[in-house]
């Protein structure tokens, strides 16, 4: 399965109050901003963010965008930027260098593919995120809330699987289980009364009662 989106951004006086925005359709779809920056960190976070939110699925990605900047920088300009340690082939420091490293890294190892489209051509999903990203800016400059959408709609990350509940483990009855934790609780000793006589004596001898003298001879 192949999820089919657009990125886009948007700066208000380029540079300006900032929006970006993916939009798969009216249920997947997302969008921010910050109060400053330019276009080209709009249509850049609008690609890293739709990545992010995309990371947990094994689906190809194709990203509609209407920006050459980007899609150059990404599948043409990155890898050579990255071998020259991050700079450009005049040695000149690399542009929005810390978003550009965010994207190599949330774009290793995935199936990722661009397809440039005409801004403002009417094209569905371009539109979608263009007006979404504007929406975003324009809140930004009124100081209004920022309409961030329901985020990505697809399959959520699998949980992980619930430990085994633990079971009763069956025990065999023992030789004493049926023996009180107390062994004199049980006893029963019954004397003659001429028995009972010296016992007492003996008993009153050792400074005990009776019964205490009795259980020192069990």
Not at 1 to 27: E, F, Q, R
Request: hydrophobic letters at 40%.
């Amino acid at each position: 399965m192949t999820i089919i989106a657009a990125a886009d951004g948007s700066a208000l006086g380029n540079p300006g109050p900032m929006g970006w925005a993916w939009y798969i359709d009216d249920n997947s779809w997302a969008a921010g901003g910050a109060p400053y920056g330019t276009n080209n960190i709009g249509e850049l976070t609008a690609v890293l963010e739709l990545l992010r939110a995309t990371a947990h699925t094994d689906d190809d990605l194709l990203i509609h965008c209407d920006s050459r900047y980007v899609i150059d920088s990404i599948t043409k300009w990155m890898p050579g930027w990255k071998k020259k340690g991050w700079k450009k082939a005049d040695g000149k420091p690399v542009m929005n260098l810390e978003i550009i490293k965010a994207l190599d890294c949330e774009i290793s190892g995935r199936s990722v593919r661009f397809e440039w489209v005409k801004g403002h051509a009417g094209h569905p999903l371009n539109e979608a995120a263009d007006s979404r990203a504007n929406g975003a800016a324009q809140a930004y400059q009124n100081g209004t809330p920022v309409n961030s959408g329901p985020g990505f709609a697809g399959a959520a990350p699998a949980a992980p699987p619930a430990p085994p509940a633990p079971q009763p483990v069956e025990t065999q009855p023992t030789l004493f289980d049926d023996i009180d934790d107390d062994p004199f609780s049980e006893i029963r000793v019954v004397i003659s009364p001429e028995e009972q006589r010296r016992l007492g004596a003996r008993a009153r001898a050792a400074g005990v009662s009776p019964e205490e003298f009795l259980r020192g001879l069990i």
